[in-house]
């Protein structure tokens, strides 16, 4: 819960103008809606409302389709993001154990977001860099070959 | 004018992860300190296949391997390979010969026993320039289609070849294209599914990161055969390389004129558009994916009426995957008779394939269809390192199933793995050995389905949580007998009765454990033993005789539960121990047990 959605008027104007953009397309919702992540980081119900005026379609129907699909979240996310990949290859490999570890030294359960706001756990599907098993990731920088023990370090150079 | 040495660096994604971008900057600013720029070339091509070892670099002439390459090393090989042609020793693949006489990389096992056809141009060319692609004969087989053949004869061509659908389901493509053809239709789309979802299968990525043109050639030539004039390729959100570079050929292709307009002055046309999914496994299914782009919910809707019929946006539409497609202009190029002369009888031409898990070789090979199991695992993948019992080889991803040491001779193809009670799936094929729970990964598969299925069908929704909540009750240790019975009945029932392939397929992986490994749920439910050591509620880890007081366990326990001093018989303190495995990782002696005969002397 530490962290916040930013509305601002500039971010509202751009979504607009991708808006302008998408709508002349058949299917515009899903490109409309990776555009509002991008712009906000999230898609909280403001901006979900914002795209069912604009798109002529229920709020209901909106918020349905932002809430299947897990790239998209309508809550903010904290300010570092630790992914561990449990794809088959990196779970085969012991990535549950580096989950379990973040999980314990952040104390943040997988899904949510530290009550600093600083840190947000996740864990993710393959990656595809199953030749690195296994791996996390940390701000989108990939950790290859992870082991229980980097975790600690990792934590500590990211607190600095 | 010729460059008399081209130095080609992987750009893969996971070549890039370990630095490959700024070795091909150093190799440009050493090249060019020594004012060789003239004539050598640096070029980023796309995954060579041998993963684990990355980055790789190829210098040609001489096709001269070297893996792990770091920034450091780039003054040396310049230096001495590219300015006075002595290769550098030290910096040579050595994986497979522990002499330094290997070079070239056409020779190693790895690459040799391959045969790459929807591969043939990722790791050779830059992806990023379409005249290298041209250069190999890129979209030659566009203009032969356009200019000489008739949509039926393009049809007739790819029934001929028996070319089977390369996403999971084997469905014959010039079938696929008939169907579609034959519906009217003033408007029909081709789709390209990229939504590669299966964890452990990256083929899909490597193709259009290394090879992007010949998937876009390939719609195209489906455009053409069924009617089509705009194509969509509906790729995952999480493989932002391939985006990219997607966008850029492209761009590439419509500034040249093989994508557009009456394209070879013909009167037809096709335009190609992408599409991102955003996180779903289930839109890997075509009609889900469908309802994606048209901006719903990922749901899949009932068959019949099939896409070939009523599509997207209710039109005609054609889905093939990445892979399939990667196959087809070289079909066009070389005659469908060539194609059906690789492979089986009934699958014919070769299929792609991403190694993972606990195999030497980890990466990507592309074998003719017919391979054995046990050569792909033991020559191509180099076996199992540290000495490691092999257990199982699952293939198909959460729609497979595990296949045994007994079946290891078996030729591959789509009907022999689905006779093994797994299947081809999209490729991915993941190696355990004897540290792997069988138990554990079946709750890990069926994990993956509960939180990636839709919740269109009931048995679905309710029966894949029903059989992890048994599971996750065995694995705690509070299964009964009776649970394994009903986790049987409970997967067949979801079997037959689901709407998809998601749910028909999605107790695989744990009937196929059932039937192989019975022994180990057994284990679990009758002596509440995880034998593998897995299952932390039905294990412990202990110290035996063997220790020989090295302390790399007591140093490597992130939690302090292990005490003993230098040269002494170390002990796990079990009120303490999270058996996480980190000191049976570290262990040089072996002597960290997780076997409950030793449970009892400790």
């Known amino acids: 819960m530490g962290a916040k959605v930013n509305i601002t008027d500039e971010k509202v104007d751009e979504l607009y103008a991708v808006m302008e953009k998408y709508k002349q397309e058949p299917g515009p919702l899903m490109p409309t809606l990776h555009a509002a992540q991008r712009i906000f980081g999230c898609i909280p119900l403001p901006v979900q409302k914002i795209i069912a005026n604009e798109l002529d379609v229920s709020i209901a129907r909106i918020n349905g389709v932002v809430t299947f699909y897990g790239h998209f979240s309508v809550e903010p996310k904290g300010e570092n993001i630790v992914s561990v990949c449990l794809g088959t290859a990196c779970y085969v490999k012991g990535s549950q154990g580096i989950l379990d570890a973040f999980s314990h030294d952040l104390k943040v359960e997988v ?3 530290s009550e600093d706001g600083l840190f ?8 595809g860099a199953c030749g690195l098993a296994p791996v996390f990731t940390v701000n989108d920088e990939v950790y290859a070959n992870g082991s229980v023990q980097m975790v600690k370090k990792v934590i500590q150079t990211l607190k600095k | 004018m010729l460059d008399r040495m081209h130095i080609l660096i992987c750009g893969g994604t996971e070549c890039k992860e370990s630095n490959s971008l700024e070795l091909r900057d150093k190799f440009n600013s050493e090249i060019n300190k020594l004012a060789l720029g003239d004539d050598v070339k640096t070029i980023l091509t796309g995954c060579f296949g041998l993963c684990a070892l990355g980055p790789h670099v190829v210098v040609y002439p001489g096709e001269t391997l070297y893996s792990g390459v770091k920034v450091e090393d780039v003054p040396q090989i310049v230096e001495q390979h590219i300015k006075n042609g002595k290769p550098v020793e030290r910096l040579l693949y050595k994986g497979e010969f522990n002499r330094n006489k290997f070079r070239n990389r056409s020779e190693l096992t790895f690459f040799a026993r391959q045969k790459r056809i929807a591969l043939r141009n990722c790791g050779v060319i830059d992806p990023l320039n379409i005249n290298e692609y041209i250069a190999r004969q890129g979209y030659e087989a566009l203009g032969k289609v356009l200019t000489k053949m008739t949509p039926e004869e393009v049809i007739d061509e790819m029934k001929k070849s028996g070319l089977r659908g390369r996403g999971g389901g084997g469905f014959p493509t010039g079938l696929k294209w008939e169907f579609a053809r034959k519906s009217v ?4 789309f081709v789709i390209c599914n990229a939504d590669e979802g299966d964890p452990g299968a990256f083929m899909d990525r490597a193709v ?6 010949s998937v876009l050639e390939a719609m195209a030539i489906c455009g053409y055969a069924i009617g089509a004039d705009t194509g969509y390729i509906y790729i995952r959100a999480e493989y932002p390389v391939a985006v990219a570079r997607l966008e850029e050929a492209i761009q590439q292709a419509k500034d040249l004129g093989v994508l557009g307009d009456n394209l070879f002055g013909s009167d037809f046309s096709f335009n190609i558009e992408l599409r991102l999914g955003a996180g779903a496994f289930v839109c890997g299914e075509e009609t889900a994916l469908i309802a994606s782009i048209e901006g719903e919910r990922g749901m899949p809707r009932k068959k019949p009426p099939f896409p070939a019929v009523k599509g997207l946006f209710g039109k005609p539409t054609n889905v093939n995957n990445v892979e399939t497609f990667a196959n087809i202009p070289v079909i066009f190029l070389k005659g ?3 194609f059906k002369s690789i492979g ?3 699958s014919s031409g070769t299929k792609v394939f991403a190694l993972g898990g606990k195999i030497a070789n980890t990466g990507l090979l592309e074998i003719p269809m017919g391979t054995t199991l046990r050569e792909v695992i033991y020559e191509i993948g180099g076996g199992i390192p540290n000495k490691r019992e092999f257990k199982a080889v699952q293939t198909g991803g959460p729609s497979g199933g595990c296949i045994t040491k007994e079946s290891l001779d078996t030729p591959i193809d789509f009907d022999n793995l689905i006779g093994l009670g797994s299947m081809m799936g999209s490729g991915g094929m993941i190696i355990m050995d ?6 554990d990964v079946a709750r890990f598969y069926l994990e993956f389905t509960v939180d990636e299925s839709c919740g269109k069908c009931t048995p679905c929704r309710e029966g894949t949580k029903r059989m992890l909540d048994i599971l996750n009750r065995i694995c705690a240790g509070q299964g009964t007998l009776e649970d394994l019975d009903v986790l049987e009945s409970l997967g067949n029932m979801i079997k037959d009765s689901s709407l998809c392939g998601l749910g028909q397929t999605a107790p695989n992986p744990v009937l196929s454990t059932l039937k192989h490994f019975r022994d180990e749920y057994l284990a679990h439910v009758v002596d509440k033993v995880c034998p593998a050591g897995v299952c932390s509620h039905l294990t412990n880890y202990v110290i035996t005789d063997a220790c020989i007081g090295c302390t790399k366990c007591a140093r490597n326990c992130p939690v302090g539960a292990i005490e003993g001093t230098v040269k002494g018989k170390h002990t796990i303190d079990p009120s303490i121990c999270v058996k996480c495995g980190a000191c049976k990782t570290a262990c040089p002696v072996n ?4 076997d409950p005969e030793d449970w009892k002397v400790a």
């Open chain 1, 120 to 127: 947000t756990l996740e864990a993710t599907r393959c990656i």
């Open chain 2, 185 to 188: 239709s003033e408007q029909k």
């Open chain 2, 434 to 439: 004897e540290d792997n729970c069988m138990v």
């Open chain 2, 344 to 346: 089986t009888e009934k």
């Open chain 2, 591 to 594: 002597a960290i047990s997780t």
């Open chain 1, 111 to 113: 899904g949510e977001t």
């Open chain 2, 336 to 338: 469908a008779d060539w």
């Open chain 2, 208 to 213: 259009l990161e290394g090879d992007p043109h």
